[in-house]
Protein backbone atom coordinates (compact mmCIF):
# COMPACT_ATOMS: atom_id res chain seq x y z
CA UNK A 1 0.00 0.00 0.00
CA UNK A 2 1.32 3.40 -1.16
CA UNK A 3 1.75 5.46 2.04
CA UNK A 4 3.07 9.59 2.16
CA UNK A 5 3.92 11.68 4.80
CA UNK A 6 1.34 13.21 6.97
CA UNK A 7 0.71 17.10 6.44
CA UNK A 8 2.18 19.42 8.78
CA UNK A 9 -1.00 20.44 10.96
CA UNK A 10 -1.67 16.63 11.52
CA UNK A 11 -1.40 15.54 15.33
CA UNK A 12 -1.23 12.48 17.40
CA UNK A 13 -3.74 10.13 16.12
CA UNK A 14 -4.34 11.86 13.33
CA UNK A 15 -7.03 14.26 13.88
CA UNK A 16 -7.35 17.68 12.64
CA UNK A 17 -5.63 20.63 15.64
CA UNK A 18 -8.51 23.42 14.24
CA UNK A 19 -11.01 21.68 12.32
CA UNK A 20 -11.77 24.80 10.79
CA UNK A 21 -8.51 25.87 9.58
CA UNK A 22 -8.86 24.25 6.42
CA UNK A 23 -11.65 26.76 5.40
CA UNK A 24 -9.24 30.06 6.04
CA UNK A 25 -6.93 28.61 2.91
CA UNK A 26 -7.13 26.76 -0.30
CA UNK A 27 -5.64 23.42 -0.88
CA UNK A 28 -3.52 24.36 -3.71
CA UNK A 29 -1.98 26.86 -2.03
CA UNK A 30 0.87 27.39 0.50
CA UNK A 31 0.36 30.24 3.42
CA UNK A 32 2.76 31.92 1.46
CA UNK A 33 0.15 32.42 -1.21
CA UNK A 34 2.98 30.31 -3.93
CA UNK A 35 1.06 28.05 -5.60
CA UNK A 36 0.99 24.26 -4.23
CA UNK A 37 1.32 21.87 -7.05
CA UNK A 38 -0.75 18.71 -6.97
CA UNK A 39 0.21 15.04 -7.76
CA UNK A 40 -2.65 13.30 -7.20
CA UNK A 41 -2.05 9.74 -7.54
CA UNK A 42 -3.63 7.88 -10.47
CA UNK A 43 -7.18 6.67 -9.25
CA UNK A 44 -8.80 3.00 -10.00
CA UNK A 45 -12.13 1.13 -8.91
CA UNK A 46 -15.70 1.06 -9.95
CA UNK A 47 -16.18 4.46 -9.82
CA UNK A 48 -13.43 5.05 -11.81
CA UNK A 49 -14.54 2.88 -14.17
CA UNK A 50 -17.46 4.28 -14.75
CA UNK A 51 -16.75 8.06 -15.23
CA UNK A 52 -14.24 6.39 -17.78
CA UNK A 53 -17.03 5.24 -19.70
CA UNK A 54 -19.06 8.48 -19.17
CA UNK A 55 -15.95 11.05 -20.41
CA UNK A 56 -15.10 8.55 -23.20
CA UNK A 57 -18.46 8.80 -24.28
CA UNK A 58 -18.34 12.37 -24.49
CA UNK A 59 -15.41 12.48 -25.98
CA UNK A 60 -16.31 10.75 -29.12
CA UNK A 61 -19.34 12.23 -29.28
CA UNK A 62 -17.19 15.59 -28.85
CA UNK A 63 -15.27 14.78 -31.96
CA UNK A 64 -17.76 13.28 -33.85
CA UNK A 65 -20.71 15.63 -33.74
CA UNK A 66 -18.90 17.97 -36.32
CA UNK A 67 -19.19 15.25 -38.66
CA UNK A 68 -23.08 14.11 -37.97
CA UNK A 69 -25.82 15.32 -40.32
CA UNK A 70 -29.74 15.15 -40.09
CA UNK A 71 -31.55 15.55 -43.32
CA UNK A 72 -28.60 17.17 -44.84
CA UNK A 73 -28.07 19.82 -41.98
CA UNK A 74 -25.20 20.00 -39.40
CA UNK A 75 -26.41 18.12 -35.90
CA UNK A 76 -24.89 21.19 -34.46
CA UNK A 77 -23.59 24.59 -35.88
CA UNK A 78 -23.20 27.64 -34.27
CA UNK A 79 -22.09 29.91 -36.96
CA UNK A 80 -23.00 33.82 -35.56
CA UNK A 81 -20.80 35.39 -37.99
CA UNK A 82 -22.98 33.87 -41.08
CA UNK A 83 -26.03 34.03 -38.26
CA UNK A 84 -26.39 30.10 -38.90
CA UNK A 85 -27.61 28.06 -36.47
CA UNK A 86 -28.84 24.44 -36.52
CA UNK A 87 -29.50 22.26 -33.27
CA UNK A 88 -29.80 18.51 -33.86
CA UNK A 89 -30.23 19.26 -37.91
CA UNK A 90 -33.03 21.67 -37.26
CA UNK A 91 -32.17 25.36 -38.72
CA UNK A 92 -32.75 28.20 -36.21
CA UNK A 93 -32.74 31.92 -37.04
CA UNK A 94 -32.42 34.92 -35.37
CA UNK A 95 -36.51 35.17 -35.56
CA UNK A 96 -35.96 31.75 -33.27
CA UNK A 97 -33.60 33.31 -30.86
CA UNK A 98 -36.29 33.86 -27.79
CA UNK A 99 -36.79 30.09 -28.07
CA UNK A 100 -32.63 29.54 -27.68
CA UNK A 101 -32.60 32.36 -25.09
CA UNK A 102 -36.03 30.16 -23.20
CA UNK A 103 -34.06 26.47 -23.54
CA UNK A 104 -31.00 28.77 -21.67
CA UNK A 105 -32.76 29.50 -18.84
CA UNK A 106 -34.65 26.12 -18.65
CA UNK A 107 -30.74 24.73 -18.75
CA UNK A 108 -29.85 27.09 -15.82
CA UNK A 109 -33.01 26.22 -14.07
CA UNK A 110 -32.36 22.68 -14.82
CA UNK A 111 -28.76 22.92 -13.42
CA UNK A 112 -29.95 24.87 -10.21
CA UNK A 113 -32.69 21.88 -9.08
CA UNK A 114 -29.81 18.95 -9.91
CA UNK A 115 -27.54 20.67 -7.78
CA UNK A 116 -30.02 21.36 -4.86
CA UNK A 117 -30.34 17.70 -5.03
CA UNK A 118 -27.32 15.92 -6.47
CA UNK A 119 -24.30 18.77 -5.71
CA UNK A 120 -21.48 18.97 -8.00
CA UNK A 121 -22.33 15.64 -9.70
CA UNK A 122 -22.01 17.69 -13.11
CA UNK A 123 -18.02 18.73 -11.87
CA UNK A 124 -17.01 15.21 -11.97
CA UNK A 125 -18.66 13.36 -14.79
CA UNK A 126 -19.66 15.47 -17.11
CA UNK A 127 -17.83 18.75 -16.92
CA UNK A 128 -15.53 19.42 -20.30
CA UNK A 129 -12.58 20.75 -17.90
CA UNK A 130 -12.99 17.59 -16.01
CA UNK A 131 -13.32 15.01 -18.92
CA UNK A 132 -10.21 16.75 -20.84
CA UNK A 133 -7.40 17.19 -17.97
CA UNK A 134 -8.30 13.83 -15.72
CA UNK A 135 -9.37 11.83 -19.02
CA UNK A 136 -6.58 13.30 -21.70
CA UNK A 137 -4.00 15.30 -20.47
CA UNK A 138 -3.49 13.69 -17.13
CA UNK A 139 -3.38 10.29 -19.05
CA UNK A 140 -0.86 11.49 -21.17
CA UNK A 141 0.94 12.51 -17.75
CA UNK A 142 0.42 9.35 -15.93
CA UNK A 143 2.23 7.24 -19.37
CA UNK A 144 4.83 9.86 -19.77
CA UNK A 145 6.28 10.48 -15.97
CA UNK A 146 4.25 7.51 -13.65
CA UNK A 147 2.26 8.19 -10.60
CA UNK A 148 2.25 10.00 -8.30
CA UNK A 149 5.85 9.64 -6.47
CA UNK A 150 7.78 9.23 -9.71
CA UNK A 151 5.96 12.79 -10.75
CA UNK A 152 7.33 14.18 -7.83
CA UNK A 153 10.27 12.53 -7.70
CA UNK A 154 10.97 14.08 -11.02
CA UNK A 155 9.48 17.55 -10.67
CA UNK A 156 12.52 17.47 -7.72
CA UNK A 157 15.14 16.61 -9.51
CA UNK A 158 17.90 18.66 -12.05
CA UNK A 159 17.18 19.22 -15.08
CA UNK A 160 18.75 16.23 -16.57
CA UNK A 161 18.38 14.16 -19.36
CA UNK A 162 15.56 12.70 -18.02
CA UNK A 163 13.61 15.45 -16.76
CA UNK A 164 14.19 17.39 -20.33
CA UNK A 165 13.32 14.92 -22.73
CA UNK A 166 10.22 13.68 -20.57
CA UNK A 167 8.64 17.38 -19.81
CA UNK A 168 9.56 18.00 -23.47
CA UNK A 169 7.81 15.29 -25.04
CA UNK A 170 4.30 15.86 -22.67
CA UNK A 171 4.58 19.54 -23.20
CA UNK A 172 4.74 18.84 -27.11
CA UNK A 173 2.18 16.48 -27.22
CA UNK A 174 -0.03 18.96 -25.05
CA UNK A 175 0.54 21.63 -27.84
CA UNK A 176 -0.54 19.29 -30.21
CA UNK A 177 -3.92 18.61 -28.61
CA UNK A 178 -4.50 22.03 -27.74
CA UNK A 179 -4.81 22.46 -31.95
CA UNK A 180 -6.98 19.49 -32.21
CA UNK A 181 -9.43 20.62 -29.43
CA UNK A 182 -9.21 24.28 -30.71
CA UNK A 183 -9.65 23.33 -34.69
CA UNK A 184 -12.74 21.11 -33.38
CA UNK A 185 -14.08 23.70 -31.68
CA UNK A 186 -13.98 26.23 -34.34
CA UNK A 187 -15.83 23.30 -36.21
CA UNK A 188 -18.86 24.00 -34.68
CA UNK A 189 -18.74 27.52 -35.34
CA UNK A 190 -17.75 27.27 -39.62
CA UNK A 191 -18.10 23.50 -39.74
CA UNK A 192 -15.88 21.19 -40.65
CA UNK A 193 -15.63 21.89 -44.29
CA UNK A 194 -14.95 25.35 -43.86
CA UNK A 195 -11.81 24.39 -41.15
CA UNK A 196 -10.84 21.88 -43.61
CA UNK A 197 -10.76 24.46 -46.88
CA UNK A 198 -8.68 27.32 -43.91
CA UNK A 199 -6.27 24.75 -43.24
CA UNK A 200 -5.40 23.70 -46.48
CA UNK A 201 -4.70 27.58 -47.94
CA UNK A 202 -2.67 28.43 -45.04
CA UNK A 203 -2.28 31.19 -42.41
CA UNK A 204 -1.22 33.87 -45.25
CA UNK A 205 -4.72 33.44 -46.57
CA UNK A 206 -6.21 33.76 -43.48
CA UNK A 207 -4.31 35.66 -40.77
CA UNK A 208 -7.44 36.69 -38.77
CA UNK A 209 -8.50 33.39 -38.33
CA UNK A 210 -4.86 31.51 -37.64
CA UNK A 211 -4.21 34.52 -34.97
CA UNK A 212 -7.77 33.25 -33.20
CA UNK A 213 -6.81 29.67 -33.42
CA UNK A 214 -3.56 30.26 -31.90
CA UNK A 215 -4.60 32.41 -29.10
CA UNK A 216 -7.30 29.83 -28.15
CA UNK A 217 -4.74 26.63 -28.32
CA UNK A 218 -2.59 28.77 -25.85
CA UNK A 219 -5.02 29.25 -23.37
CA UNK A 220 -6.04 25.16 -24.02
CA UNK A 221 -2.66 24.85 -23.37
CA UNK A 222 -2.27 26.99 -20.28
CA UNK A 223 -5.32 25.43 -18.75
CA UNK A 224 -4.51 21.67 -18.49
CA UNK A 225 -0.63 22.01 -18.76
CA UNK A 226 -0.57 24.81 -15.51
CA UNK A 227 -3.73 25.89 -14.65
CA UNK A 228 -5.75 22.50 -13.91
CA UNK A 229 -7.72 22.71 -10.85
CA UNK A 230 -7.21 25.94 -10.04
CA UNK A 231 -10.02 26.70 -12.72
CA UNK A 232 -12.41 24.97 -10.31
CA UNK A 233 -11.31 26.07 -7.13
CA UNK A 234 -10.70 29.73 -7.96
CA UNK A 235 -12.34 30.58 -11.35
CA UNK A 236 -15.27 28.67 -11.60
CA UNK A 237 -18.38 30.00 -10.24
CA UNK A 238 -20.25 27.11 -10.61
CA UNK A 239 -18.81 25.75 -7.17
CA UNK A 240 -19.57 29.43 -5.49
CA UNK A 241 -23.07 28.72 -6.53
CA UNK A 242 -22.86 25.31 -4.82
CA UNK A 243 -22.21 26.01 -1.65
CA UNK A 244 -25.52 28.68 -1.53
CA UNK A 245 -27.70 25.75 -2.56
CA UNK A 246 -26.61 22.68 -0.96
CA UNK A 247 -28.50 22.12 2.52
CA UNK A 248 -28.43 18.43 4.58
CA UNK A 249 -30.33 16.31 2.16
CA UNK A 250 -28.21 17.34 -0.89
CA UNK A 251 -26.12 13.94 -2.05
CA UNK A 252 -22.30 14.53 -2.54
CA UNK A 253 -19.26 12.59 -1.77
CA UNK A 254 -19.11 12.74 2.12
CA UNK A 255 -16.85 11.23 4.81
CA UNK A 256 -18.81 8.98 7.17
CA UNK A 257 -17.35 11.48 10.20
CA UNK A 258 -19.35 8.94 12.97
CA UNK A 259 -18.00 5.45 11.42
CA UNK A 260 -14.51 6.52 10.87
CA UNK A 261 -13.26 9.22 14.03
CA UNK A 262 -11.90 8.41 15.97
CA UNK A 263 -8.77 8.18 13.11
CA UNK A 264 -6.17 6.04 14.13
CA UNK A 265 -3.29 3.11 12.36
CA UNK A 266 -3.93 0.29 11.60
CA UNK A 267 -2.76 -2.84 13.67
CA UNK A 268 -3.39 -6.43 12.58
CA UNK A 269 -5.78 -8.25 14.69
CA UNK A 270 -6.81 -5.01 16.45
CA UNK A 271 -10.51 -4.83 18.09
CA UNK A 272 -10.92 -1.34 17.23
CA UNK A 273 -14.07 -0.58 18.72
CA UNK A 274 -13.25 -2.19 21.87
CA UNK A 275 -10.14 0.10 21.90
CA UNK A 276 -12.80 3.26 20.73
CA UNK A 277 -11.41 3.72 17.05
CA UNK A 278 -12.79 4.43 13.99
CA UNK A 279 -12.30 2.47 10.94
CA UNK A 280 -10.69 5.29 9.22
CA UNK A 281 -6.85 4.25 9.60
CA UNK A 282 -5.70 7.65 8.63
CA UNK A 283 -3.76 5.98 5.48
CA UNK A 284 -4.54 9.42 3.79
CA UNK A 285 -5.08 8.00 0.28
CA UNK A 286 -7.99 9.72 -0.28
CA UNK A 287 -6.00 13.26 0.13
CA UNK A 288 -3.15 11.82 -2.14
CA UNK A 289 -5.67 10.12 -4.88
CA UNK A 290 -7.59 14.23 -5.03
CA UNK A 291 -7.05 15.79 -7.82
CA UNK A 292 -7.77 19.24 -6.24
CA UNK A 293 -5.55 18.51 -3.03
CA UNK A 294 -8.48 18.76 -0.21
CA UNK A 295 -8.72 16.18 2.38
CA UNK A 296 -12.58 15.02 2.39
CA UNK A 297 -12.71 13.78 5.96
CA UNK A 298 -12.76 17.42 6.78
CA UNK A 299 -15.71 18.20 5.62
CA UNK A 300 -17.84 18.91 2.72
CA UNK A 301 -15.13 21.63 0.91
CA UNK A 302 -16.16 23.45 -2.17
CA UNK A 303 -12.92 22.65 -3.45
CA UNK A 304 -14.99 18.93 -4.06
CA UNK A 305 -15.89 18.40 -7.52
CA UNK A 306 -17.44 14.86 -6.81
CA UNK A 307 -15.04 12.95 -8.86
CA UNK A 308 -15.48 9.94 -6.78
CA UNK A 309 -11.34 9.06 -6.82
CA UNK A 310 -11.43 9.12 -2.74
CA UNK A 311 -14.12 6.75 -2.56
CA UNK A 312 -12.25 4.05 -4.48
CA UNK A 313 -9.35 5.15 -2.63
CA UNK A 314 -10.78 4.43 0.75
CA UNK A 315 -12.78 1.39 -0.33
CA UNK A 316 -9.79 -0.14 -1.79
CA UNK A 317 -8.07 0.11 1.68
CA UNK A 318 -11.30 -0.96 3.51
CA UNK A 319 -11.15 -4.17 1.24
CA UNK A 320 -7.27 -5.27 2.24
CA UNK A 321 -8.19 -4.64 5.81
CA UNK A 322 -11.34 -6.52 6.04
CA UNK A 323 -13.50 -3.11 7.11
CA UNK A 324 -16.54 -2.81 5.11
CA UNK A 325 -16.82 -0.37 2.16
CA UNK A 326 -18.15 2.80 2.49
CA UNK A 327 -16.48 4.75 4.89
CA UNK A 328 -16.33 7.72 2.37
CA UNK A 329 -19.41 7.60 -0.28
CA UNK A 330 -22.04 9.30 -2.27
CA UNK A 331 -24.55 10.31 0.55
CA UNK A 332 -26.37 13.63 2.12
CA UNK A 333 -25.03 15.21 5.65
CA UNK A 334 -28.22 14.13 7.47
CA UNK A 335 -27.96 10.48 6.41
CA UNK A 336 -24.04 11.05 7.63
CA UNK A 337 -25.14 12.75 11.35
CA UNK A 338 -28.04 10.50 11.68
CA UNK A 339 -26.77 7.20 10.37
CA UNK A 340 -30.35 6.87 8.29
CA UNK A 341 -30.28 5.49 4.44
CA UNK A 342 -30.85 7.88 1.75
CA UNK A 343 -33.97 8.01 0.97
CA UNK A 344 -35.76 9.29 -2.58
CA UNK A 345 -37.71 11.60 -1.04
CA UNK A 346 -40.74 14.12 -1.80
CA UNK A 347 -38.37 17.02 -2.10
CA UNK A 348 -36.45 14.89 -4.49
CA UNK A 349 -39.53 13.72 -6.27
CA UNK A 350 -41.00 17.21 -6.68
CA UNK A 351 -37.34 18.23 -8.07
CA UNK A 352 -37.90 15.62 -10.70
CA UNK A 353 -41.30 16.30 -11.50
CA UNK A 354 -40.14 20.35 -12.14
CA UNK A 355 -37.16 18.87 -13.77
CA UNK A 356 -38.99 16.82 -16.62
CA UNK A 357 -41.59 19.11 -16.54
CA UNK A 358 -39.13 22.42 -17.89
CA UNK A 359 -37.96 19.59 -20.73
CA UNK A 360 -40.84 18.66 -21.53
CA UNK A 361 -41.61 22.70 -22.31
CA UNK A 362 -38.39 23.54 -24.07
CA UNK A 363 -39.13 20.16 -26.25
CA UNK A 364 -42.74 21.69 -27.25
CA UNK A 365 -41.16 25.40 -28.19
CA UNK A 366 -39.26 23.25 -30.47
CA UNK A 367 -42.33 21.34 -32.05
CA UNK A 368 -44.32 23.86 -32.23
CA UNK A 369 -42.53 25.84 -34.02
CA UNK A 370 -43.67 27.05 -37.40
CA UNK A 371 -41.99 25.27 -40.68
CA UNK A 372 -42.75 28.55 -42.60
CA UNK A 373 -41.91 32.35 -41.66
CA UNK A 374 -44.03 34.71 -44.06
CA UNK A 375 -44.23 38.84 -43.89
CA UNK A 376 -45.86 41.08 -46.34
CA UNK A 377 -44.34 44.69 -46.33
CA UNK A 378 -45.71 47.40 -48.15
CA UNK A 379 -42.35 49.23 -49.91
CA UNK A 380 -41.27 52.58 -48.34
CA UNK A 381 -43.01 55.12 -50.31
CA UNK A 382 -45.78 53.14 -52.28
CA UNK A 383 -49.83 53.76 -51.85
CA UNK A 384 -52.83 52.49 -53.43
CA UNK A 385 -53.55 52.53 -57.03
CA UNK A 386 -57.24 52.58 -58.67
CA UNK A 387 -58.10 50.39 -62.02
CA UNK A 388 -61.37 49.06 -62.74
CA UNK A 389 -63.25 50.37 -59.74
CA UNK A 390 -60.17 47.94 -57.71
CA UNK A 391 -57.82 49.29 -54.95
CA UNK A 392 -54.76 47.79 -55.61
CA UNK A 393 -51.71 48.01 -53.09
CA UNK A 394 -48.44 46.16 -53.71
CA UNK A 395 -46.30 44.04 -51.15
CA UNK A 396 -42.66 42.51 -51.00
CA UNK A 397 -43.11 39.04 -49.66
CA UNK A 398 -39.98 37.42 -47.99
CA UNK A 399 -40.68 33.43 -47.03
CA UNK A 400 -38.45 31.85 -44.93
CA UNK A 401 -38.18 27.99 -44.81
CA UNK A 402 -37.35 26.67 -41.80
CA UNK A 403 -38.30 23.26 -42.82
CA UNK A 404 -36.01 20.58 -44.06
CA UNK A 405 -37.84 20.17 -47.52
CA UNK A 406 -38.55 22.23 -50.26
CA UNK A 407 -42.39 24.34 -49.75
CA UNK A 408 -44.26 25.13 -53.00
CA UNK A 409 -46.56 27.68 -51.64
CA UNK A 410 -49.87 29.60 -52.88
CA UNK A 411 -51.13 33.05 -51.27
CA UNK A 412 -54.50 33.95 -50.24
CA UNK A 413 -56.17 36.66 -48.70
CA UNK A 414 -57.57 35.23 -45.11
CA UNK A 415 -59.55 38.47 -44.00
CA UNK A 416 -61.32 39.83 -46.03
CA UNK A 417 -61.86 36.20 -47.89
CA UNK A 418 -62.41 38.25 -51.15
CA UNK A 419 -59.54 39.81 -52.41
CA UNK A 420 -57.94 39.14 -55.40
CA UNK A 421 -53.96 38.52 -55.70
CA UNK A 422 -51.71 38.74 -58.74
CA UNK A 423 -48.09 37.91 -58.79
CA UNK A 424 -45.66 38.96 -61.23
CA UNK A 425 -44.80 35.59 -61.91
CA UNK A 426 -45.97 31.87 -61.11
CA UNK A 427 -49.37 32.01 -58.44
CA UNK A 428 -46.91 28.64 -56.72
CA UNK A 429 -43.93 30.06 -55.07
CA UNK A 430 -41.47 27.69 -54.77
CA UNK A 431 -39.11 28.16 -51.46
CA UNK A 432 -36.03 25.87 -51.10
CA UNK A 433 -34.91 24.43 -47.47
CA UNK A 434 -33.18 26.76 -44.98
CA UNK A 435 -33.30 29.55 -47.61
CA UNK A 436 -35.20 32.66 -48.07
CA UNK A 437 -37.19 33.11 -51.00
CA UNK A 438 -38.36 37.11 -52.00
CA UNK A 439 -40.79 38.42 -54.34
CA UNK A 440 -43.54 41.17 -55.31
CA UNK A 441 -47.14 40.79 -55.49
CA UNK A 442 -50.44 43.02 -55.94
CA UNK A 443 -53.59 42.65 -53.78
CA UNK A 444 -56.61 43.62 -54.65
CA UNK A 445 -60.50 44.67 -53.43
CA UNK A 446 -63.65 46.17 -54.76
CA UNK A 447 -63.58 49.89 -54.34
CA UNK A 448 -66.94 49.26 -52.65
CA UNK A 449 -65.72 46.91 -50.40
CA UNK A 450 -63.24 49.89 -48.56
CA UNK A 451 -65.01 51.24 -45.85
CA UNK A 452 -61.83 52.62 -44.51
CA UNK A 453 -58.71 54.50 -45.18
CA UNK A 454 -56.14 51.63 -44.39
CA UNK A 455 -58.29 48.61 -43.01
CA UNK A 456 -56.52 45.31 -41.43
CA UNK A 457 -56.25 42.58 -43.44
CA UNK A 458 -54.65 38.82 -43.09
CA UNK A 459 -52.71 37.06 -45.77
CA UNK A 460 -52.21 33.41 -45.66
CA UNK A 461 -48.98 30.90 -46.89
CA UNK A 462 -50.95 27.55 -48.07
CA UNK A 463 -48.35 24.39 -48.99
CA UNK A 464 -49.93 21.99 -51.72
CA UNK A 465 -52.12 20.17 -49.68
CA UNK A 466 -53.99 23.18 -48.57
CA UNK A 467 -52.93 23.32 -45.33
CA UNK A 468 -52.45 26.84 -43.76
CA UNK A 469 -48.50 27.30 -42.59
CA UNK A 470 -48.34 30.73 -41.97
CA UNK A 471 -50.46 34.19 -41.38
CA UNK A 472 -49.57 37.15 -41.62
CA UNK A 473 -51.37 40.68 -40.25
CA UNK A 474 -51.00 44.14 -42.31
CA UNK A 475 -53.16 46.98 -43.46
CA UNK A 476 -54.67 48.02 -46.79
CA UNK A 477 -54.55 51.44 -48.00
CA UNK A 478 -57.45 53.29 -49.98
CA UNK A 479 -58.87 56.41 -50.77
CA UNK A 480 -59.55 59.08 -47.84
CA UNK A 481 -63.01 58.66 -46.62
CA UNK A 482 -65.37 60.74 -44.61
CA UNK A 483 -67.19 59.12 -42.20
CA UNK A 484 -70.51 60.32 -40.91
Same mark, same amino acid.
Given at each position: METTEEPEFRGGQGQVLDPETYRDSIGTMEQSGKRKWVFPRKPKGKYTNYRNIVAYTLLI????LPFLTF???????LNVIDRQFFLFGQPFYPQDFFILTLGAIVS??????FTIAFGRIFCGWICPQTIFLENVFRKIEYAIEGDRNKQMKLDRQEWNTEKIWKRSLKWSIYVILSLIITHFMFMYIVGYKEVFRIVLEGPFAHPTNFIVMILLAAAFYFVFAW? @??QVCTLVCPYGRLQGVLIDKETINVFYDFKRGENRSKWRK???RKAAGKGDCIDCYQCVVVCPTGIDIRDGQQLECVNCTACIDACDEVMVKVGLPKGLIRYASENEIENQ??? @??????????VVLVALQLFLGYLLYSRGEMEAKFIKPAGSTFFL???KITNTYNYTFLNKSNEKKIVTVKVIEPSHGEISYSGSSKIIVERDKITKGTLNISFPESEMKLSKQNITIGVYDTKGNLIDSYKTYFEGPFKLQF
Open positions: FYFANGNPMLLLICIIIF @REGEDVPT @RFTTRMKSFLREN
